[in-house]
């Protein structure tokens, strides 16, 4: 089992800046995949960013205003650039691997107009 935590939400204007990160419970190797994921009310949860074995890949929307990275151990981070009011959901960090899949508790992104 892998326990998720994310960190970083909260209140933000358009055009500002937020950095979530995510800290698993144990290490994830580099060749399975963490990524983070967005859910806002009557939507389905919508993969944000992901990274594997160094390669990364972004939902439209967010291309190039947004960063996902993670370190060689624990630690996921989603640096997110010139907010938009459409990007307030829930975040959740998660982690694919042979085991299964694991979700954090998810973390609240407002951007306000």
């Known amino acids: 089992q892998v326990l998720l935590v994310e960190s970083g939400g909260g209140l933000v204007q358009a055009g500002g800046s937020l950095r979530l990160s995510c800290k698993a419970s144990r290490p994830i190797l580099r060749i399975h995949t963490m990524a983070w994921y967005r859910r806002t009310p009557g939507k389905q949860r919508e993969l944000v960013a992901a990274i594997s074995s160094g390669t990364t890949n972004y939902t439209d929307s967010v291309k190039g205003r947004f960063a996902i990275s993670r370190d060689n151990s624990q630690n996921i981070y989603l640096q997110m650039n010139t907010l938009k009011p459409e990007d307030t959901a829930v975040y959740y960090c998660?982690?694919?691997?042979?085991?299964?899949?694991?979700w954090g508790q998810g973390t609240q992104v407002t951007v306000s107009s």
């Open positions: 998660s982690v694919a691997g042979p085991w299964g899949q694991y």
